[in-house]
């Protein structure tokens, strides 16, 4: 016998080629850079949405400007044009004091001058009114007349540069308020352009009266005539104490009237008469309920009152459900002053207004309650303006000096609460969550809560991966384990290019084409998905327990073919049951004709109380879960496929079922790659836009009513982005709403990874 010869080993074959080294090298660091760019890249990212949101929550600065002097006299109303660069002083004689604030040591200032009224001289003048609003003066007289003035400013730019602000009275004749010839002590106007309405308060002898008078105007084709009184109204039967305050809205629908025991009387006109519609205290609670200060914020449909202890409260008009009318109600309370209001003036960009006394200034925002600015400034305030465009403060002395301060507030209404908290708005009886960042109107609130936007992604992508969960992780569950190959290399490709479907296709087909139909159809549609569930759970059963001789009739794999047809069986008879409970369950009265009506889209309503809409959440869970459906489908069907035969085939040698099989030995080992696919699924939910904007409608809302539509932090970027102010506070809340949902996807990414290892380390195939 032949000895057998030893094998000779080559030590070339073991050696690796410089070039395999060198490409091994390159592609490690090749891919440990290409690693760390893309975190540096999303650092980057998250940096660049920081430091555009991080503005939004500085406070004012203000910063001083200059001082003027202005000609001592005894003033009682101050106020300025829109530039602050004419300011000008009311005595009480009437005459208007203008002071040039540009340029003090230039050639073209101006030095302080007077305009007065035309029939000044004719008159003495007991009250002088301010509207900042209209930049309107309101005079009374001592023989119980009224007149108007409007400060009119016109700006010209003459070739050498710079801004020239020039300024003319216009003025109406003195018309009588009362028959009473005696002094005017308070005075209010409103105009809104269809109504005029002038209150005066008088005193005859010991009793105080109370009149209005409403005001037309006759227009021409050569322009507006001027006021005249067309009727007069004796309200004194409301008075039952001593008025101290008195303001008219700019609506002209009502007078208020502040007592001095701190009672505030609301009367409401409604064309042709004066109706008290209301009486309330501002300051129950308080020892002393007097009420120091009472003026008007932007839009007069709030109150700003201050009292004698600083107290500082605003109220404003809400709807009363009991009463089916607008009435007022406490809605703000700010940090003490200390003490009452001495002065008080109102943006006329938003909902700020300045306020204090004696050595304070505090700059305060109505909406979120906060106070923007405040500071005990070196000098005795007799007098305060706001800026028309909020970009200066101006301050008159006890010493006649007028002092000038830059005001940077870009962003005034941003604060945790308003992103993040319940406001109660105005005209709302209740706090609440909203988003509405426009209006129709410059007094317009914005409303910009992020919690509905929050919430309303949250609603998608449950609404979303309820559908599409169960339908993916099923099929493909069956495509991997129980498909037959030659089935299976057409189904995976199938879904694969379901994926490549772009949103908006889908949100348009959603809008127009299924939302009406499932709207129209809503009890047919819970019928037939019902029964197609219970279908298949009866007819598995079932199968199971028919005789071997019949199953193997069917080849392993191809046992869809005997439930594909049960199913759109079942379907077919729970589309046309649906009609039939419709009709016999789902009725409601019609209010205006007593008829029964079968209709969900009405009987849900009338029964829960909540809405129902055409576009809603139902119709995005069916067409997102569409888009969902193929990730991750595709990314479980790899991960159970890439289990190791030999642990199916271990399982089914032990006897094990192929259904045991793949729930206890394929499903656990690939439980890491599964969670993955949800993972994925999941994020691809919560940035969906397209579909989200068509086919819900894009409201903001904070239920989770299946019926109702909703709008997401990634639809509410893309519609409002391109119509954002640059830089403006809507631009930057934006770029807050990114932040958040950037937050958002990176904490579920984080948890998610952390599962992913434990399940991948516990279902370890291979050590």
Sequence with gaps: ???????????????????????????????????????????????????????????????????????????VVMGTDEWSELPFFVNRRGELIFVDTVDPGGPDHRPPFTQTPAWLDEVEVSVVAYNAFRSQLLYGTSDGRFATVDVQYEATFPERGGREVSVQLRETPLMRIS?????????????????????????????????????VQQRTLLGDGELSVDRSYDLSEHLDGKPEHLLVPSDADGVLIGMDDGR?????????????????????????????????????????????????????????????????????????????????????RNKAFLIGGGHIASLRYATTESVRWEEALPF??????????????????????????????PHPQAAWR???????????????????????????ERKLSLVPLILGTLKGTFYAMIFALPIALLAAIYTSQFLR????????????????????????????????????????????MGAIIVAALVVGYLWGLLPQRIRVQLKPGYEFLAFVPVMLLVAYAGWQLGFVAERHWFVVEDPSTGLQIADFRLWFPYATGLGFEQRNAFVVGFVMGFAVIPIIFTITEDALSNVPEAFRSGSLALGASRWQTAIRIVLPTASAGIFSAIMIGL????????????????????????????RTLSANIAVELPEAPYLG????????????????????????EILRQRLREKYRAVE
């Design 179 to 215: 028959p009473a010839e005696v002094p005017v002590q308070r005075l209010a106007y409103g105009n809104s352009g269809n109504q005029a309405i002038v209150a005066a308060m008088q005193q005859v002898h010991d009793r105080y009266e109370l009149h209005a008078v409403s005001l």
């Design 264 to 348: 505030v009387s609301y009367l409401h006109f409604d064309g042709h008469e004066f109706h008290k519609r209301q009486m309330f205290v501002p300051f129950r609670d308080l020892d002393d309920r007097r009420i120091v200060s009472m003026d008007f914020l932007l839009g007069d449909v709030s109150l700003v009152f201050t009292a004698s202890c600083g107290a500082n409260r605003i109220f404003s008009l809400y709807r009363d459900p009991q009463r089916d009318a607008r009435v007022w109600g406490h809605t703000k309370t700010f940090p003490d002053l200390e003490r009452g209001a001495s002065f008080y003036s109102a943006a006329m």
């Design 380 to 409: 005795w305030i007799t007098h305060a303006a706001l800026g028309p465009r909020y970009d200066r403060m101006l301050f008159l002395d006890d010493q006649y000096t007028l002092h000038c301060y830059r005001l940077n507030d």
């Design 418 to 444: 308003t992103f993040f908290g319940r406001i109660q708005y105005e005209g709302q009886s209740a706090p609440e969550f909203a988003w509405q960042s426009t209006g129709g109107r410059d007094d317009f």
């Design 485 to 528: 190959p030659e089935m299976k290399r057409f189904v995976k490709p199938v879904m694969e290019i379901m994926a490549s479907l772009p949103s908006v296709v889908l949100g348009f087909l959603a809008a127009l084409w299924l939302a009406p139909i499932i709207s129209n159809a809503v009890p047919s549609v819970l019928l037939a």
């Design 683 to 710: 994020g691809r939910a919560v940035g969906e836009t397209m579909i989200v904007v068509m086919a819900t409608g894009n409201t903001p809302v904070t239920e989770f009513n299946p019926f109702t539509g909703m």
């Design 1 to 75: 016998m032949t000895k057998q010869q030893p094998l000779k080993t080559i030590p070339e074959r073991f050696v690796v080629r410089p070039a395999t080294l060198w490409f091994d090298r390159f592609m490690n660091y090749f891919i440990t850079v290409g690693g760390l760019s893309i975190i540096i890249a999303v650092s980057l990212i998250f940096v660049f949405i920081l430091l555009q949101v991080l503005p939004l929550f500085r406070g004012a600065r203000v910063e001083p400007q200059g001082t003027f002097r202005v000609p001592g006299d005894d003033y």
């Design 729 to 752: 506070t809507l631009y930057r809340t934006l770029f807050l709403g990114a932040l958040v949902l950037f937050l958002m996807t990176f904490l579920v990414n984080t948890v998610a």
